[in-house]
């Protein structure tokens, strides 16, 4: 059984420029959460990808957006970064099924400084 | 949206002591509540989780209880060891999505 994996592992990137994080579900996993982890702070949900669809969006503005394609793997986008954007990104798969929530299995994150 | 709120934000227990962590959560509509254990510069990883038709689980040092009339759910590790030194978030479902509480950071003293 596959893990979840992201890329890359650190990034740094200047006020104003867009940054790309890519992340491979589980293997058997069909859904794929965003999550921002500032240091010190629990995770909090940015946007929730099924059947390649958003699917649910926390407060965050559009300029954060994401991909899911075939394959389950996902993408997240973030246009015109700011200082406050620095964080840990973790990406998360579950299995969504008929009903009801089943558990987040994450990857290890993205570390994204702007500078 | 759901809230949840957790405490303590810190705990420090001497090793062999039990430890305690507390979250509330406001949807009481929300069926299902687990644990997440993040080591420093790891991941968070599943523990333990309940869903709201039993009252408490257990696994090995690990126990989660579940109040859904109070709208509160603990978790209880027994005999504390050095490893389990780390942060743990308690999650409430919205939907399909987790909210987090924002931690609680868990120091087991030798």
């Known amino acids: 059984e596959t893990g979840v994996t992201q890329s890359p592992t650190h990034l740094i990137k200047t006020r104003g420029q867009q940054v790309t994080l890519r992340c491979s579900s589980q293997?058997?996993?069909?859904?794929v959460s965003w999550y921002q982890q500032a240091l010190g702070q629990g995770p909090q949900f940015i946007f929730q990808?099924?059947?390649?669809?958003?699917?649910g969006r926390g407060n965050f503005p559009p300029r954060f957006s994401g991909l899911q394609f075939p394959n389950y793997s996902s993408e997240l986008n973030v246009n015109a970064l700011e200082l406050d954007d620095s964080a840990l990104y973790l990406c998360?798969?579950?299995?969504?099924?008929?009903?009801?929530?089943?558990?987040?299995?994450f990857g290890n994150g993205t570390r994204l400084t702007v500078t | 949206g759901e809230n949840v709120e957790q405490h303590p934000s810190t705990l420090s227990v001497q090793e062999g002591d039990s430890a305690v962590i507390k979250c509330t959560y406001s949807?009481?509509?929300?069926?299902?509540f687990p644990w997440y254990k993040q080591e420093l510069g790891k991941r968070p990883q599943l523990i333990i989780d309940?869903?709201?038709?039993?009252g408490e689980k257990k696994d090995q040092r690990i126990a989660v209880t579940l109040n859904k009339t109070a709208k509160h759910f603990s978790l209880h590790i027994t005999e504390t060891q050095p490893e389990d030194s780390a942060v743990y978030f308690c999650?409430?479902?919205?939907?399909?999505?987790?909210?987090f509480g924002k931690g609680t950071k868990l120091s087991v003293i030798p």
């Open positions: 999650a409430s479902p919205r939907s399909y999505q987790l909210t």
């Open positions: 293997s058997g996993h069909n859904t």
């Open positions: 309940i869903r709201s038709n039993v």
């Open positions: 949807d009481s509509a929300s069926n299902y």
């Open positions: 998360a798969s579950s299995l969504r099924l008929g009903g009801g929530n089943s558990p987040l299995h």
């Open positions: 990808y099924y059947r390649e669809e958003e699917n």
